[in-house]
Every structure is written in structure tokens, then in C-alpha cells.
């Protein structure tokens, strides 16, 4: 594999940047609430500034509506997130097309940083557009990627901006790159714990990682198709209708389903009891692995020399239908980083390592939870295009 990392760039020295970034972090009251994904773009940043390179900002928030400029969308309280960060004042320019925008950015100086304003303010950003590209592509010198997270979609300022610019890997996009790609040449056995609550996502993924893994242990509400086809009452719980034939034609050869699970007779979590699938009634909703799933999959993990996590075990928004993804957290984070190499990614499983300060003992937590699906599963990558080979 080759990875053309910005870190190879001969004559980078005082080079105008424009660079990618993926800041897409809860806000409330205008603050970050988590800054996990701007702490892991840092190294690109200050990689930069080491350089003296003058560092123009892209990165999208939320979905907002291109015709109508709503302040929540505004990456104003990431700038001043950055600001703290850094120790370095950052500019928001609001509209980068016009003379104002177009004035601060001529007369940025070296090691000078700015920020555009919200990428997909701009109509041609999600449709990939190529005049979209252009014009960003007309800012700078050099164009690097450093959003992972962002690399499954085709968008103006992620993949059609490649072919009008000298383009790069960010520090954070290539060790994205070079950590699942280990986990897809994984040192076996290779165990696969895949969660959450829609199959359709995680398909093509199952797919692939099927020809490779030792085991692939599924829970969360992924696990109720595969109950439903094989004749379990599962009650009033979640199931994807659509889906129901994938469940059913998938070889099982290597496949792990929970042999119990927690249920209630209340969608707000009262009345729980511990059932095996067949004690599964008509008023019950199952929203969690049980004890005896939990044994089943720890001894998988604990025979694993490569684990791969994407996905709850559980109704996570819940706490009390947290413990099977808290359990087996801890068992993952206590097997990497020593025997066995980890690769973890998506929202809740991350969330739960962090819960448990552990997140520091996973050899590798992706800061993308759609884009890691996508390459593990082998699917194309228009981010990565022309920057990994």
C-alpha cells in the first residue's frame, strides 16, 4: 500500500494549505461538547505550522439548508475551541468567494490560520461539484485531506477538488488508512463484534469481514433479524423487514448470535428480566445482550489476536441496557495494545470506552464511524482516491 502523505511533501515550507478537516462535534450553547475529532487533527495542524504554512480550514457541520444561513451551523464555536487549543487567533471568513474573503486570505502570513465558514453552506458541496472545486481549489498551494470520516462520499471539497490541485494525506488520514488496513491483514484469529441498530449499514461489511474472521459476533438489534428467521419470538423489539432475506442466507459457519438477552415489557426500561430466545414473549422488547452472551463473546475476545468493534450491544441511550457494551469494552481494551491489535469505531461503542477511561488501551479508534464501515467492507472511497494506492 502507498499512502501519499503530506509528511513526504519535499518543499512544503511557508506553502499555502488548504486543508480538509472533519469537525462535525455536538454544540450546544455555543460550545463543543466533545472535541475528540478536533484533538486528533492537531498533529496535520501544527505538522503545518512547523512548516510555516499558511493553513486555510475546511470542514461541514451538520446539514444545513444552503439557502438559509442558520447561526447553529456556524463553525464559529470550533474556531474558538481551536483557538484554546492552539493558542493562536483564527479567523472565520464568511464567504471565501468575496472581496472581503477573497482580501484576508491574499495577505495571510506564515503560520497564520483561518477558517471558512461551514463548506456546506455551499450548494455545490454534496453534489460534488466541479466549478465548487475549483474555486476552492483556486485558494491555495496544496490540498490536504485529514477528514477520514467524510472519505466515503463523494463531495466537492473532499473528491472533486483532487484533480485541480496538488492533493495529500493528512498525519490522521493515513494512520486511519494504515490502522484498518492492518485490521483488514489481520494476524489470526481475527474477531468481529458488530452492533447497532440498523443491518443495512453493516451488510457489505459482515460480507467481507466473514472471508477473514475466526468469529463474527453480532448484537444489538441487528441480532433480532437473525432471531425472526429462525423462528424466535422476538416480541415487540426492532427488526428490519427489508433485511429479513440477509439474515436468512447468510452462511453461519463463523457467526455468533446471543444466547440470552434483557428484556422489558416497557419501552422506557421497566420490568426487566434476563430471558434465553425461546422464553422471548409478545410483549417484550429485547434491548440488550445477557450475562451468558457476554461469557460467550469474552472468551472469544480473549482468544483474538485481532479484534475489530463497530456498534452497541444494547439500547445504549438507555444506562441500564449499557452493560453489555460496558462489559465487553472492558474486555477489548484489556486484550489490545499487548496480544492482540484493536481497532474500534462509531459513535456509542467509543463513547463507552471513554466512560471507562480506556479508550488510551485501544491499539486504534476510528474517528469514522460511516467511513470505517465503508472500508471495511471494501467499498469504494472517493476521499481516498488518488491518495491511496
Partial sequence: MKIKSINHYKDLHGKKVLLRVDFNVPIKGGKVLDDYRILKALDTINFLLNHDCKIILITHLGKPNPDKREEQFSVKPIVRKLTQLLGKKIRVIDNFASLAGGTILGKMKAGEIVMLENIRYEKGELTNDVKLAKKLAKLAEVYVNDAFSVCHRAEASVSAIKKYIPSYAGLLLEQEVLSLNKALHPVDPLVVLIGGAKIKTKIKLIKNLQKKAHRVMIGGALANNFFK????????????????????????????????????????????????????TDRDYIFDIGPETIKLYAHEIKK????????????????????????????????SKGPTFGVVGGGETVEALRALKMEYGIDWISTGGGAMLSYLGGEKMPGLEGLVS
Avoid at 444466547?259 to 434476563?274: C, L, N, P
Avoid at 479484534?307 to 486484550?335: C, D, H, S
Fill in 304 to 335: 483474538a489476536k485481532t479484534i475489530i468493534w463497530n456498534g452497541p450491544m444494547g439500547f445504549f441511550e438507555i444506562k441500564i441496557f449499557k452493560t453489555g457494551t460496558m462489559a465487553l469494552a472492558q474486555y477489548v481494551a484489556a486484550r
Fill in 229 to 280: 428467521v429462525d423462528g424466535f419470538n422476538v416480541g415487540k423489539s426492532m427488526i428490519d423487514k427489508e433485511y429479513l432475506d440477509f439474515a436468512k442466507k447468510l452462511d453461519r459457519k463463523n457467526i455468533l448470535l446471543p444466547v440470552d438477552v434483557v428484556v422489558s415489557a416497557s419501552k422506557t426500561g421497566g420490568d426487566i428480566k434476563i430471558r434465553k430466545l425461546n422464553e422471548i
